[in-house]
Structure formats: C-alpha cells, structure tokens
C-alpha cells in the first residue's frame, strides 16, 4: 500500500472521515497517494462503489485530488485542515517575507476611532446595504470605468468571488485563472468541483494567447487580478485591456468575467477594468488589505442578473453584511487622516518593490513586481533557494503554493522592508538563485 497509515471504514462517511482524520494527524502528508479504489475496497471488505464515494466526498471537500495515471492524492493544501501543513517553520532571529501581508503600522484601521452607532438599530428587513456605501461605491467606481448600477456587499473578496461563480456555474464547469495565481483561489476552484484552466501571466497580466485558448478550449469563466497580482505583481496595462476586451467579445453572451481588485488603493498602478465586456460579469473590490485584514468587507458591482443572484444568496444565509462594518468602511474611505495614510503604504511599497528589484538586476537576478506588497523571482529550484534564504536569515514563500503548471519562482513580501535590508537580502537572493544556475523568466 503507499501510504502507512491504516484507512478504517465501513461506509463511504466513515471512510472519508478515516483520511480526514489521517490528514489533520499528519499521517498522510500533502502529495500522499491513496490505495486504489478496488485495492481500498479488498482492504476493507466493501463494495468498490463505497470507496469510490468516499473518494467523492474527499474531492468535494477538497481533501484530496484525482491526478490521471497518479491516481489520487491528498492536496497540497487540504481544505478541510489548517492552510499550513507545508507552513514554514522560522527559526528565531529569521526575518520573514513570506506572508504577504500589509505593515500594520501604515493600517487605517489601526488607528480608527471606536465607531458609535450613528443610526437607529438596524432591524430585520432593512436593505442589504447602506444607503452611504451604495452611494459611495457606486460613484467611486463609476469614476474609475466601472459601471455600478448594480452593486452588493460582500464579507471580503473571496467570498464576493466564490458568490460570483456559484451563480453561475456547476461542479465540472471549466474556469481560466492567472497561473501562478492567488493560492486561495485556486483552493477554491478545487473545492467547488470546476476544472482550472491556466493562463500564464506578464507584467501586464494574463497573456492574450492564453485567454483565447482557453474560450476556445470552452471555460466558462476568467477570473483575473486587476492590477498588484499575487504573486507576480502583474498589472494589466491599458493596452493589454483593449487586447482582451477584443478576445473576450467573440463570447460576450455565455462568458462569466469576474476581476479581482483586492488591492486598491496600495496598489501602486492605474485601474484599466475589463467591466462590462461580458453580459455576465463581476468586479470585486476589497478594503482589506489596505485598511485592515480584520475589515471583511468587499463591494461587488456587476451585471443585473448576477448582483441579484449574490444578493437572493445572502438572504439565505447571512442575510447581510453588518451595518457597522459598512460604516467603518465609508468612515475610513472618506477619512482625510486614513487617506493620507493610504496614500504613504502605497509610495512605500512602489519604492520598496522598485529598489528591491534594481538590486537585484544589479546582480543578474530576474524579478517581477509591477504593483503590490509582492516581488516574484523565477529560481531553478525552490526548496534550494528557501532553504539558503532560510540559511541567511530570510523567510520567503514557496511558489509551489501558487502554480499550477507555470515555471519555480519565490514570493518576497516587500511591505515591511527597510532600505538597509534590501542589499543584504538581495545579496542572499543572488546566491541561492546562482546556486543552481539561472532560472528562465
């Protein structure tokens, strides 16, 4: 059998629940292959069918993945267990880049007055959403190119994403998304059952070539990152937009286009949206990362059918995002003091972005980073160039995490950066990348 561990069950729940179990345990590690279906089924005593559903269950749940010829195994990261089993474990005195995440000290939220009430208790039956962020919402982005008739409000961008796609598509359904993307994403596309189609990305976003094989190849829909890409820093350049516009137009009527702008604001480039092209379509906007990761909350504009569907959805679960964080949200967007702070986060990370990488160039090393709180470096070989950074004192991410089938790379967080850290961490860069030969961008 490949895997030590005993699976028990059995009926196709308890079964599943056996690697379930195994998988939390970390009995059976991320890439962990499962006994054959009929192998299983002899183990144990049971009709192959009930292995065979507890299989399905396992893939519904996101636990495990079918691979063709290498069978099935368990994901890379699991969805039903902690997102970390292949975490990195920082040694003391290691400065992490890893994490992706904002300096919580340039963080509106951080700073913003305990809100009070400013309105009569909110009570069952009451819009979804505040008349002062529908107002805003709809103006802002109406002046950024976003049409914004139709808006809702969402408990951050995944979910306005996940709302999105589960309005529109089934288990089965074919989705392109950016490769190397957002691992939460891809997580995601794997738990509700589509199958992904990757689109290799530039610095100006998904290349046009990709995106037309896969309307060719029949997706459904194209999920794509505005601009500050994770991980590559990609922002789709105005030029680029014209040139997807002009591909996506051949499928206006039955394609689904949802964008992804989670990063406004710190984002360092200009919005070019692709809003509109499609009858179908979403743009997700969240005020997350560059107010606070605690502020769940995300505007969605998007066609009428679609926005009337993630609200008819809400209504059946929780009903609405609460008014006091769509308050906060207004409060901290019109803020002079939190704009001006914004407005400092995103000069800091476009100048740590930009002095990172002309170091790094000075030293033969390729690297992309065109917005965002990320630099993405193509390396020969990652668990090499994590284990030499972990060696000098810096923690990186992986870019396994992120790929589907694109090139190795290593994700550096610039966020928190000073500048006398970034020769010596550029230094340590070169010498982990070199140390197998160059990789190829």
């Known amino acids: 059998m490949p895997v030590r561990y005993t699976i028990r069950g059995s009926g196709a729940e308890a079964i599943a629940t056996s690697v ?42 996101g636990a495990v993945e079918t691979a063709g010829r290498r069978g099935t195994r368990v994901r890379e990261r699991p969805a039903t267990t902690p997102r970390s089993l292949r975490g990195l474990a920082i040694p003391e005195g290691v400065r992490d880049l890893s994490t992706g995440n904002p300096d919580p000290a340039l963080l509106p939220i951080a700073h913003a007055q305990p809100l009070r009430q400013r309105r009569a208790p909110l ?33 951050g961008a995944l979910d306005g994403i996940e709302r999105v796609l589960a309005a529109h598509l089934r288990p089965g359904d074919r989705v392109a998304v950016e490769d190397p993307g957002w691992a939460n994403l891809l997580d995601l596309l794997a738990v509700m059952g589509f199958s992904v189609e990757p689109l290799r990305v530039d610095d100006d976003g998904p290349l046009v070539s990709d995106v037309a094989d896969a309307l060719r190849r029949g997706v459904r829909a194209v999920v794509v990152t505005t601009r500050a890409q994770n991980p590559t820093g990609a922002a789709i350049s105005a030029q680029r937009a014209a040139e997807l516009r002009r591909v996506i137009a051949d ?58 569907r993630v609200h008819g959805r809400l209504r059946l679960g929780p009903g609405w995002v609460s008014y006091l964080l769509q308050d906060l949200a207004v409060s901290l967007w019109r803020d002079k003091a939190a704009i001006q702070l914004v407005h400092k986060a995103q000069d800091m990370y476009r100048r740590n972005r930009a002095t990172l990488q002309s170091a790094l160039a000075e030293r033969g090393v390729d690297s992309h980073g065109e ?10 070989d990652e668990t090499v160039a994590i284990t030499r950074l972990l060696a000098a004192g810096w923690a990186t ?38 140390a197998l030969g160059r990789a190829s961008v």
């Open 20 to 61: 379930e179990e195994a998988i939390s345990t970390g009995a059976l590690s991320p890439g962990a292959e499962l006994p054959p279906i009929r192998q299983l089924a002899a183990q144990l005593s049971v009709n192959a069918n009930t292995v065979a559903a507890a299989y399905r269950l396992l893939r519904d749940r």
């Open 123 to 155: 009570l069952y039956g009451e819009p979804a959403m505040s008349p002062e962020l529908t107002e805003y919402v709809q103006v802002s982005l109406r002046d950024e190119g976003v049409p914004a008739e139709y808006v809702a409000v969402t408990a």
């Open 251 to 308: 499928r206006a009527d039955d394609l689904l286009l949802v964008e992804d702008d989670h990063c406004a604001g710190i984002a360092g480039a200009a919005l070019h949206a692709l809003a509109g092209s499609t009858r179908h379509w979403a743009f997700v906007r969240s005020a997350s990362k560059a107010y606070g990761p605690d502020l769940r909350l995300a505007v969605l504009a998007g066609d009428r059918r679609t926005v009337e």
């Open 371 to 380: 917005s965002g709180l990320n630099v993405w470096i193509p390396v020969p």
């Open 397 to 434: 991410a992986p870019g396994t995490r992120f790929r589907i089938g694109s090139p190795p790379g290593i994700r550096i967080t610039v966020s928190n950066l000073v500048a006398a850290e970034i020769d010596p961490l550029a230094d340590a860069v070169a010498e982990a990348v070199h």
